[in-house]
């Protein structure tokens, strides 16, 4: 009597894996093969948590770090501007305007100013240039009237 056995490799590329299941029937090969892909996939997740909480532990421990660093910087920098005032009244720092300013003669004379201009009302305004020939109420008399439609026709 000739048997015929079953097999079926399996693997898990998340650790790293394989095996090959074998048996009696294919249905056997199935449920074995299921039920060891289902202890892997358990596995699996448990060392994805595990990389998880110690990967949570670097970050908190790497934060804590850098939060000490950063309070003792703030500390320094809150001292020294604590002690500003102190240490600026200690010291003269007034400037000498006077010093600082150039006396030196330029190479270039002085510039000679304009002439002043003529503003006198006789030069621009002559009072018969902008006499009228008509008057006011002869010429509103003469001027051109819109006419109207006859909206009734």
Not at 102 to 126: I, K, M
Request: net charge positive; hydrophobic share 35%.
């Amino acid at each position: 009597m000739s048997f015929q056995r079953y097999s079926l490799e399996i693997r898990h590329d998340g650790l790293g894996k394989w095996r090959r299941v074998r048996g009696e029937t294919r249905q056997e090969v199935e449920e074995k093969a299921r039920a060891q892909f289902l202890a892997w996939e358990d596995a699996y997740r448990r060392k994805l948590e595990r990389e998880r909480r110690h990967e949570r532990s670097v970050a908190v421990r790497k934060s804590k770090e850098y939060a000490l660093e950063l309070t003792a910087s703030f500390e320094a920098a809150r001292e020294r501007l604590a002690n500003i005032l102190r240490d600026t009244l200690a010291i003269d720092d007034s400037i000498d305007w006077e010093a600082l300013k150039n006396r030196a003669t330029f190479d270039e004379p002085e510039p000679v100013p304009p002439p002043e201009p003529d503003l006198s009302p006789s030069r621009y305004y002559h009072p018969c240039a902008y006499r009228s020939s008509i008057g006011f109420f002869l010429g509103a008399a003469l001027a051109p009237r819109p006419r109207i439609a006859n909206a009734f026709a």
